[in-house]
């Protein structure tokens, strides 16, 4: 995939209004439909690669219905056919992140540690059963960010939860939209941020109580139902 810079993405990128500052920050600055036609500025060959991205939102990995092993069959297909390093990049965070509330979710319901594996030897999945006792799975080091996720979840607070997760996100495709300019890598990452912008100011804050479950099962899968 190149990075190097064209005419048409310097007329898309600069087409494109500032997101917000933080995903919280505001509403997304331009509707789905009006970013579907400035998308059209795309060359062929890349457009392909941004269709990709939207199908993956629209039968993401991550989706309620799916049990650890659909998820993981999923991966590793959309794996074979991305020619992309961020859409890649895309897929892997975002299953890992779904595999680790799912593995999460299991041992606050009293389960025995998850059977998967991500890949062959998966490191993850080695480090989750052998510290299924262990806060977190010991694995503060490399996902600081679940310790926030399972202090909100412990205390009920499912937005709070949810939030942590979104700003996960958030953070770490900020820095990546950092390092491109007039490039695809500048768009993915664009669609990306525009993404969680608009997941998360489509949910109702009043709303909040009356969600509880559903933003459960949209964050854990298969194990948000009662045992």
């Known amino acids: 995939m190149s990075v190097t810079p064209s005419r048409s993405y310097y007329m898309l990128v600069a087409s494109l209004p500032a997101l917000p500052v933080r995903f919280d920050g505001g509403r997304v600055p331009i509707s789905r439909a009006t970013l579907r036609e400035r998308l059209e500025l795309l060359e062929p060959e890349d457009a392909e690669v941004t269709a990709q991205v939207a199908q993956y939102f629209s039968r993401s990995p991550e989706s309620l219905d799916k049990t650890d092993e659909q998820v993981i069959a999923r991966y590793h297909e959309l794996m074979r ?3 992309s390093d961020l859409v890649r990049h895309l897929i892997e965070t975002r299953t890992v992140s779904r595999l680790l509330l799912s593995a999460f979710r299991r041992h606050r319901a009293g389960l025995a540690p998850p059977t998967w594996e991500l890949r062959p030897a998966d490191p993850l999945a080695e480090q ?13 080091g490399s996902y600081r960010w679940l310790e926030d996720f ?17 700003e996960e996100r958030w953070n ?12 695809l890598e500048a768009v ?4 990306v941020r525009w993404e969680i912008v608009d997941r998360w100011t489509s949910q109702n804050a009043e709303a909040g109580k009356a969600r509880f479950h559903n933003l459960v099962e949209e964050t854990l899968g298969e194990y948000a139902k009662p045992v």
Request: glycine fraction near 6%; aromatic fraction near 16%.
């Open 128 to 140: 989750i059963r052998k510290h299924w006792s262990t806060p977190n799975f010991g694995l503060r």
């Open 188 to 191: 993915i990452a664009y669609l």
């Open 150 to 166: 399972a202090k909100h979840y412990d205390a009920g607070d499912m937005v709070g939860a949810q939030r942590v997760i979104f």
């Open 172 to 183: 770490d495709w900020t820095k990546i939209a950092q390092r491109y300019t007039f490039t």
């Open 81 to 83: 056919t991305s020619r």
